[in-house]
């Protein structure tokens, strides 16, 4: 060949992909940290990402530093591992999890993955087939819809309502669903809204879900971080009422999201989802797809056993701390307002006021402006669903989430319209 002369190539990016990954949270997050001034010598302020692992507050138990390292040292966990999991890792899980349950859950129950995210992709993938759908909560959390695009799984949103504590709108899940529906979606405690969903309520969505015979995937990532009135009840609890996949991790609760363990479990009581094929179909997803390190599942058991409360209890009241904070301070900030004062999780959902602001026209431009200037990242409602919104994080140490706060109320004063 010549030189200068051309030459057609057989390949080129995935321009779907590009716009896929263009709105999720990373690739939003991104995009406000590449905004980010160079004048500016303050710390940044990340109330856009929920990740409090690199605070000292939020340190993880000893407990799990040690497991890991006796795993390693141990040299039992450098063999490839089965595809569901480690038989211990499983059986912990098992136990750690039936002691919120009504029953016993088998080993057998569980899949070992990597990550919430892995438990996602897995039943993404399983449910995917010609014509069906599935129903998410709007605001929720955007990978499920990535996911679902990538797999031809038609998705239909169901409204979370913040006059009614984020509540699942349930007249409109009965709309949205029909006879090529195969799930619903609910994140207790939630991501984004900081709610806890209620006994009563969660059993009004298993009711309904039976009624309309489909599943119900019950993402439970912020298991147990619940610090409001209302105590954390996993979904599991109905597994008598519908069939429930249950998704979860050690990632949020012992503070690391990077160690990358989590584990998709079924809930079935009456078999529904063996009968129907969906177990098998789990498995055989689970043997072409990656699997978590090993020694991260054989560290599992100890992690899972031997855990003190007071580690528990200390990250709750951070937590706690915190969400007093910024349901206060973001009083100060008159376009922004908090309907709901998250009870759960780590995030909170707020509606901003635009005609408070001069040169400033939604919720994007809102935070891309506010990472130049004040160098605090808060992501764009619009990431999860709502336009004109904002989720904020406050798992953060309550210093550095006082001086965000401050940063954004600095902000608000500078681009105030002026009357």
């Known amino acids: 060949m010549e030189n200068g002369s051309k030459k057609r190539w057989g390949f080129q990016g995935n321009q779907e992909m590009n716009m896929a990954a263009a709105v999720t949270i990373r690739g939003v997050l991104g995009k406000l940290r590449s905004n980010l001034s160079e004048e500016d010598n303050r710390p940044v302020i990340p109330l856009g990402h929920g990740d409090p692992s690199a605070f000292p507050c939020f340190r993880t138990t000893p407990v799990a530093e040690d497991a890991i390292a006796d795993a390693v040292r141990s040299a039992k966990f450098n063999s490839y591992a089965p595809a569901v999991g480690l038989l211990p890792a499983r059986r912990a899980v098992a136990e750690y999890l039936s002691k919120d349950l009504p ?4 080993p057998d129950d569980i899949y070992i993955t990597i990550g919430c995210t892995q438990a996602i992709e897995i039943m993404i993938q399983v449910l995917a087939r010609p014509g069906a759908n599935i129903l998410l909560p709007r605001p929720g959390f955007p990978f499920y819809e990535t996911r679902a695009a990538a797999d031809n799984l038609e998705v239909r949103h169901f409204d979370l309502l913040p006059e009614h504590g984020w509540e699942v709108d349930l007249e409109a899940v009965k709309a949205l669903a029909d006879e090529n529906t195969v ?5 207790n405690p939630g991501n984004p809204s900081g709610s806890v969903f209620t006994y009563e309520h969660l059993k009004k969505v298993a009711e309904t ?5 489909i599943m119900v995937i019950s993402d439970e990532v912020y298991g147990h971080l619940a610090f409001g009135s209302k105590p954390f009840v996993p979904m599991g609890v109905f597994g008598s009422i519908v069939p429930v ?36 179909s789990i498995i055989s997803s689970l043997n072409i797809s990656s699997d978590p390190a090993t020694f991260i599942q054989g560290a599992v058991p100890e992690i899972l056993e031997k855990t003190k409360e007071d580690f528990f209890s200390n990250t709750i009241s951070i937590l706690r701390e915190c969400a007093d904070i910024i349901h206060e301070r973001i009083k100060d900030i008159p376009c922004i307002t908090c309907l709901q004062k998250p009870e759960g999780s780590m995030f909170v959902m ?24 004040e160098s605090v990242i808060v992501l764009p409602g619009v990431a999860v669903g709502m336009k004109n919104w904002l989720r904020v994080t406050f798992a953060i140490d309550p210093p550095s989430l006082e001086d965000g706060l401050g940063r954004i109320k600095a902000f608000y004063q500078r681009h105030a319209k002026k009357e």
Request: proline share 1%; glycine share 8%; charged share 25%.
């Open 183 to 187: 799930a619903m979606v609910i994140i």
């Open 103 to 106: 029953y016993q859950l088998s």
């Open 350 to 373: 707020v509606k901003l006021n635009l005609s408070l602001l001069e040169d400033i026209d939604d919720d994007v431009e809102f935070c891309m402006k506010l990472s130049k200037e």
């Open 245 to 280: 996949v249950t998704v979860g991790s050690i990632s949020k609760r012992w503070v690391v999201p990077g160690w990358r363990l989590g584990w998709l479990v079924t809930n079935d009581l009456n078999g529904i989802l063996r009968k129907s094929g969906v177990v098998e």
């Open 209 to 213: 879900s039976r009624k309309l015979g």
